[in-house]
């Protein structure tokens, strides 16, 4: 297992237009974790899921933005009606789901609304 | 929520010294504190982590700290390389959904040669 895979690496995309980004978690890790990293400041939380169901999602989720992890497996994040300041690193983790074990971080989605 | 503030946001040293960074938080049922570091591009990457039961951890040339009673947390690094340049993130979370973690802002650590 290579880690938490991530695609694509980097996206450059039209205001207005919709994109999704995929992420392949590491193997039997029951949770997900989607992040937004603007440029000089620490990822921010966006939403998680245990399994197939979303548990939580950020005040910063807003409506536009849609995540999906249909059999508990890879999970897609899409925009839709990108804006500028949706230019940012949206980062996806995994953990295996238990107490006390710790989330591994994919390279991220760089994308840049033009 | 919780709050997570992290000092300094640059360091320079030369190599071979040390490095501290420190961060305070404010939720007093966070009891998980991860590290991360960051390198141009990629995604962060934990290099140590403390919970809240202990008040010190250690590996190798990287310790961490947490004073739970002043809600701080330390991160030091020593005999640093230039490889250990990068941007490093504190984190703060709770045991029972360690990935759902506040960050800092980072700071961006360069050593030099």
């Known amino acids: 297992d290579t880690g938490v895979s991530q695609d694509p690496r980097h996206k450059i995309t039209k205001r207005g237009q919709n994109v999704t980004f995929r992420c392949d978690p590491i193997?039997?890790?029951?949770?997900l974790y989607w992040y937004r990293q603007t440029l000089g400041q620490g990822p921010e939380f966006l939403t998680y899921f245990q399994n197939e169901a979303q548990l939580e999602k950020s005040r910063l989720l807003s409506d536009r933005f849609s995540a999906e992890r249909p059999k508990g497996s890879f999970s897609t994040l899409e925009i839709q009606r990108t804006e500028q300041g949706d230019s940012a690193m949206y980062l996806c983790?995994?953990?295996?789901?238990?107490?006390?074990?710790?989330?591994?971080f994919g390279q991220g989605t760089r994308l840049t609304v033009v | 929520g919780e709050n997570v503030e992290q000092h300094p946001s640059t360091l320079s040293v030369q190599e071979g010294d040390s490095a501290v960074i420190k961060c305070t938080y404010s939720d007093s049922a966070s009891n998980y504190f991860p590290w991360y570091k960051q390198e141009l591009g990629k995604g962060p990457q934990l290099i140590i982590d403390?919970?809240?039961?202990?008040g010190e951890k250690k590996d190798q040339r990287i310790a961490v700290t947490l004073n739970k009673t002043a809600k701080h947390f330390s991160l030091h690094i020593t005999e640093t390389q230039p490889e250990d340049s990068a941007v490093y993130f504190c984190?703060?979370?709770?045991?029972?959904?360690?990935?759902?973690?506040?960050f800092g802002d980072g700071t961006t650590l360069t050593v030099k040669p």
């Open positions: 983790a995994s953990s295996p789901g238990q107490e006390d074990t710790e989330a591994f």
């Open positions: 403390i919970r809240s039961n202990v």
């Open positions: 193997s039997e890790h029951n949770r």
């Open positions: 984190a703060a979370s709770r045991n029972t959904n360690a990935g759902k973690s506040t």
